[in-house]
């Protein structure tokens, strides 16, 4: 198992950290080159384009954009991978996504893992003029339209809701496989995710239920079970309880688990990070 980054100060909902609303791109930088530095998998960037107050409260208001975000941290990092978790499909049209984040990948030396979801905040699609009733088909269409897309010079799909052909898209991603990871709880979600991902990405869900889910299908050796481990951890603090988050999630299949770390400032968090990687490897995490 590896383990990512729920990036600290770029997603605020509720419940984030004080000093994470006062910290900038400096913090932001110091963050990631010591995540890079110590071999952690990922740092992970939401997608939100405009959250209706109202919706604010409950969700949180603050997102950067992931296109933005990555570009500034990829000059200052040289390994780890840079994850929209998630991409809403129903907010892009696949060549847009292709060109944009194809882009990221060549600026990043190949290190960009897409996680795409159908979204859920039915005031957003509203706000952006989106399809909310039939994002689940669009959102299957996109991926094939971004499997024909990602890492090509002149991309050519015909699809129920996207065709194109006779384009030239450069730049483009340096891989035709950029690794798609899908967001979601549901079963449509996880068949998406075998059927024309590389991952899944649940939230929500006991290790019970992910377990009777996952039994359900045959599950490809190479497929990334991503999950969160965890309450936010305090590895100077609690050491024991980070290890025993880390074996559960472990033991539940997990090949990748994302973190929330808690800290009072990027310092901080820099300490937390170093003895999570302790903590880590005595309950097998490979860091790279």
């Not at 706000?127 to 971004?146: K, P, T, V």
Request: hydrophobic share 45%.
């Amino acid at each position: 198992m590896r383990i990512g980054l729920f990036t600290p100060v770029v997603a605020q909902p509720p419940g984030a950290s004080t000093w994470e609303r006062d910290a900038g791109v400096a913090d932001l930088a110091v963050i990631a080159a010591a995540a890079d530095r110590l071999g952690y998998h990922h740092l992970t960037c939401s997608e939100h384009v405009a959250v209706p107050t109202s919706v604010a409260l409950s969700r949180g208001g603050t997102y950067w954009d992931p296109l933005a975000t990555f570009g500034f941290l990829a000059a200052r990092t040289d390994r780890i991978a840079f994850v929209t978790q998630v991409l809403v499909l129903g907010y892009h049209h696949p060549l847009a996504i292709a060109k944009r984040y194809g882009t990221l990948d060549v600026v990043t030396g190949g290190r960009l893992v897409l996680g795409v979801g159908v979204g859920s905040l039915v005031e957003e699609f509203d706000l952006l003029g989106a399809d909310f009733a039939s994002r689940g088909e669009i959102a299957d269409d996109a991926m094939c339209a971004l499997r024909a897309s990602l890492g090509q010079s002149n991309p050519v799909y015909s699809g129920p809701h996207f065709q194109f052909g006779d384009v030239l898209v450069e730049p483009h991603a340096r891989r035709t496989d950029v690794p798609m990871w899908v967001g979601g709880r549901s079963k449509r979600s996880l068949r998406r995710a075998l059927s024309l991902g590389d991952g899944w990405v649940p939230f929500g869900l006991s290790h019970e239920r992910l377990a009777a889910m996952l039994a359900e299908h045959s599950v490809p050796s190479d497929f990334e079970l991503v999950l969160q481990a965890g309450t936010p951890m305090d590895p100077l603090g609690d050491p024991s309880a980070c290890m025993a988050a880390l074996e559960s999630t472990r033991d539940a299949g997990a090949t990748i688990a994302t973190v929330t770390v808690r800290a009072n400032g990027a310092a901080h968090y820099c300490e937390q990070l170093a003895r999570l990687t302790e903590i880590g490897r005595d309950v097998g995490v490979v860091f790279d």
